[in-house]
């Protein structure tokens, strides 16, 4: 009886130890984390559990990979933790960690891409983004990428994300093209976005898109060239950056297919990837007799019925460029 007695006793007592640790391990699932401000970690493509752990100690996350493995398997969570990058906010306890990991809450970056980039500046920008992956084989053709700004994750593919941009641009003429005002001097979606690439480059701001559209369309009824220096930087420069100095005679008088003041009509493709609203103004230009525009010293344009109102303009505009 003795001897059973003590086995009685000692399992309670055994009992009772493995409660309190059981109490305190949960208890620790929920304490306060070690870390003392927001960190960004990034567990790599494949990581395991075990590799997860590790990582996790070592940038300070968790106190112990043992721990937070066994939480895992306590919580039910083991198999569903998943590898990512992942910011930890100040403090975080174990169980908010694996939380996070098996919701994959990870890190959501994003990248603007503005109106008026060509798609070789774009495709720059992309390559030179360490959190994205793999390569890009070619420039897209001109004027078949939307700016605008985009979400992705680390480890993202460069190419899945400029193919993103095409169908964005492809959904946004889905609905604007077959909504656009009567009469224009339209061909075709791509004509379209051509026109729109210029008055991309060509306005100071939203706002007087739809009178530069109204210009070029009034050019184009009257069979006058359309005359954008944009188009002949364009062409020198062949959409890889700025031109570095300011346009020359020479350069408005140099054969190029892009050179609206040496061609009749639009150019031949895009001269960069416009945005929403120039390709609303592209589609409902102003209604005006203007046939010309100069910039007004102030960010935008003034506008001109004929030539001479035009020179007016130009020679007020010179000695503003003169007088700053």
């Known amino acids: 009886m003795r001897a059973f007695a003590g086995i009685a006793l ?4 055994l009992a009772a130890v ?15 984390g070690p870390l003392a401000r927001e960190t960004v970690v990034l567990l790599e493509p494949g990581s395991g559990a075990r590799a997860i752990a590790a990582r996790l100690e070592k940038a300070g996350v968790v106190r112990n990979a043992v721990l937070f493995r066994l939480g895992a398997r306590y919580l039910g969570r083991a198999r569903a933790l998943r590898p990512g990058e992942y910011a930890f906010a100040p403090a975080i306890s174990l169980r908010g960690v694996i939380a996070k990991l098996a919701d994959g809450d990870v890190v959501v970056r994003r990248i603007t891409i503005p109106e008026g980039r060509t798609s070789y500046q774009i495709v720059q920008a992309l390559r030179t983004t360490d959190a994205l992956s793999g390569e890009i084989a070619e420039i897209p053709p001109e004027g078949s990428l939307f ?28 609905e604007l093209y077959p ?4 009469g ?11 026109m729109a690439s210029l008055i991309q480059m060509e306005a100071g701001n939203e706002a007087e898109m739809p009178v530069i559209a109204s210009v070029f369309y009034n050019r184009l009824k009257r069979g006058m060239r359309l005359q954008s220096d944009p188009t002949v930087i364009y062409g020198l420069t062949g959409g890889r950056g700025a031109l570095g100095r300011a346009l020359l005679s020479r350069d408005l008088r140099k054969p190029m297919p ?14 960069t990837n416009p945005g929403r609203a120039a390709l609303l103004a592209a589609l409902h230009p102003a209604r ?11 960010g935008g344009h003034v506008f001109a019925r004929n030539l001479k109102e ?8 010179r000695r503003l460029k003169k007088a700053g």
């Open 10 to 13: 000692l399992a309670g007592g």
């Open 18 to 32: 493995a409660a309190i640790a059981v109490w305190a391990f949960i208890r620790e699932l929920d304490r306060p």
């Open 147 to 174: 700016p605008t700004t985009y979400f992705y994750t680390y480890g993202a593919s460069r190419a899945a994300l400029l193919e993103r941009m095409r169908r964005k641009m492809k959904a946004v003429l889905d």
């Open 179 to 182: 909504a656009r005002a009567e």
């Open 184 to 194: 224009l001097a339209l061909k075709n979606r791509q004509e379209a976005v051509i």
């Open 258 to 271: 892009h050179n609206t003041y040496v061609i009749a009509g639009l150019p031949p493709t895009p001269i």
């Open 288 to 298: 005006t007799a203007y046939l010309y525009f100069v910039a007004d010293g102030n």
């Open 310 to 317: 035009h020179n007016r303009n130009v020679r007020k505009w």
